[in-house]
């Protein structure tokens, strides 16, 4: 079964330092894969996609992630940490094996804590 | 959020009643989605959209109905056969299906009286 895992529910930095949010994933092809932020209350924030090509992604507000096929990971890290970074993150996987309906299978959300 | 609008922000509903929750977007975007979002189980797809007059169930349906008459709206129906309606709902669009990003609206919180 296809499926996302966010092994953390919580992860704690202090400002400044590099943080990382770990996602694993389970697909029955290639996946395309996906990392949101959501702030309290607010709908989620698209931050960085890994379709095909380079395994390093770059997105939006200094974030990075790392797609390893090995290990079927796709972490989401960042060198370093602002308090205005706290907050949920998701990581998604579509499955290209499913067909073209673009369904979106989520983790069950990381709640980045930065502290001063 | 982009240019998606969910309304309203807060919705109460009273026992047996059906409520709709407003989903439009001025992206141009073909496809449209509806998901649930409780505590601590992430995002759950309720249905979905790819082009006008068409939608389709997805892990949830449940106790839900949709429409899709206008490409830019897709309004969500929670029906009284839904046991268990209060939790935290969030449209999104994206341009195609596939590898398209999808772009979420700002939520609407359904509460049950």
């Known amino acids: 079964a296809q499926s996302v895992a966010q092994p953390e529910d919580q992860v704690n930095v202090a400002e400044g330092n590099p943080l990382t949010v770990k996602c694993t994933y389970s697909v029955s092809g290639n996946p395309y894969l996906f990392w949101y932020v959501q702030y309290p209350n607010r709908g989620l924030q698209f931050l960085l996609k890994y379709i095909t090509g380079d395994n390093l992604v770059k997105g939006s507000y200094g974030f990075e992630a790392e797609f390893n096929k090995s290990q079927t990971s796709f972490h989401l890290k960042k060198p370093s940490a602002l308090v205005s970074d706290s907050a949920l993150y998701f990581c998604a996987v579509r499955d290209i094996g499913s067909g073209n309906t673009g369904k979106l299978i989520f983790g069950q959300g990381t709640t980045l804590q930065v502290k001063p | 959020d982009g240019g998606i609008t969910q309304s309203p922000k807060y919705l109460f509903r009273k026992e047996g009643q059906n409520v709709t929750l407003s989903c439009e977007q001025n992206l141009n975007h073909d496809a449209m989605y509806w998901y649930r979002q409780d505590p601590g189980q992430g995002l759950r797809l309720i249905y979905y959209?790819?082009?006008?007059?068409?939608?389709q169930k997805g892990d949830i349906a449940e106790g839900y109905s949709v429409s899709r008459e206008k490409k830019e709206s897709f309004p969500l129906t929670v029906t009284s056969a839904q046991k268990n309606p209060t939790a935290f709902y969030l449209c999104a669009s994206s341009m195609r299906t596939g590898a398209e990003t999808q772009y979420f609206g700002p939520g609407t919180r359904l509460l049950v009286l």
């Open positions: 959209s790819q082009i006008v007059n068409d939608f």
